[in-house]
Each structure stands twice: as C-alpha cells, then as structure tokens.
C-alpha cells in the first residue's frame, strides 16, 4: 500500500472542518472543537504558508514509503 499525501486546498475546508468540529477529535488538543470560521481561517493560513520545514518532509516521506505486502 502507498500512501500519497498532498498539499491542503481551500477546496478542503469543508471536509477538514468535518473532522475538526467534533470534540472526539480534539479532545487532548489545545484548540477546538472548531467553528467554522476558525475552520477556514486554519485552512487559509496552511495553505498560504510557506512548504518548508516538518510538512514537506513529512509529504515526501509518505511518498516513498510502502507498507509491506
């Protein structure tokens, strides 16, 4: 199995906030549950980040690893 990540989209927004909103999902975090403003302003700043540091190393990782079969 190969696992592809790619960059976040404003078009994820919805989808992102569907897994922020619940309190399950960030019951040991310091943020949430979101609203969805706060969803969209998430969404808007990752997006217009630059791709440097922790989440491009972790995107071209993901890219070349394969679970065994």
């Known amino acids: 199995m190969l696992l592809t990540l790619r960059p976040l989209a404003l078009d994820d927004t919805a989808a992102v ?20 403003e706060q969803t969209q302003a998430y969404v808007r700043a990752a997006v217009a980040a630059p791709r440097t540091g ?5 995107s ?10």
């Open 17 to 36: 906030h569907d897994w922020a909103r619940l309190p399950e999902s960030c019951r040991y975090q310091a943020w949430g549950p979101n609203t969805y």
């Open 60 to 69: 071209s990782t993901a890219r070349s690893w394969a679970a065994p079969s």
């Open 54 to 58: 922790w989440s491009s190393r972790c």
